[in-house]
C-alpha cells in the first residue's frame, strides 16, 4: 500500500467501537463491519481494500488475499455462536472477565456507557 517497498512489515490493527475493525498490512487493508439484526444476530460485511492501480492477478490474488480471513473470521463466528448458545441458556452465570479479555470488557463497559448504565 502507498510508497513503501517492503510488503513484510508486519501489519497495524484499529478497533473503532462499536462495529468496525481494520487491519492494514503491506499490500492490503482488511475491513470488516458488524451490524447487529436481532438481539441474538449480527451482519458481518468484509471487505478487502488495495491500491488503487493494483491489478488482479498481477499485483494481487483474491483468493490468496482472502483465505486467511476467511478461514479466522468463520472460525471466529462459530466460537462466538457457540457462547451466544451458552449465554442463552437458562444455566449460565456470568463470572468475571479473564485477563485477555480486556478488548471484550472494553466493549462491554463502553456500551454501558451509551446506554446510560452502570460500570461493571
Keep these: 500500500m502507498g510508497t513503501i517497498p ?6 497495524l490493527a484499529v478497533v473503532v467501537l462499536p462495529n468496525l ?3 492494514a498490512s503491506g499490500d492490503y487493508v482488511m475491513a470488516l463491519r458488524f451490524t447487529a439484526a436481532t438481539a441474538v444476530t449480527t451482519h458481518a460485511q468484509v ?4 491500491r488503487g492501480d493494483a491489478v488482479e492477478g498481477r499485483d494481487y490474488d483474491v483468493g490468496r488475499l482472502t483465505e486467511f ?3 479466522t473470521c468463520e472460525q471466529d463466528w ?3 455462536e457457540d457462547n451466544q448458545a451458552g449465554v442463552a441458556s437458562r444455566r449460565y452465570e456470568p463470572g468475571p472477565y479473564a485477563p485477555d479479555e480486556r478488548g471484550v470488557k472494553h466493549f462491554v463497559q463502553w ?8 460500570k461493571l
Excluded at 111 to 118: I, K, Q
Design 78 to 80: 462459530k466460537l462466538c
Design 21 to 23: 475493525l481494520l487491519e
Design 47 to 50: 471487505q478487502w481494500l488495495v
Design 69 to 71: 480471513w476467511k478461514l
Design 111 to 118: 456500551y454501558l456507557d451509551r446506554m446510560g448504565d452502570s
Design 6 to 11: 517492503d510488503r513484510d512489515l508486519g501489519g
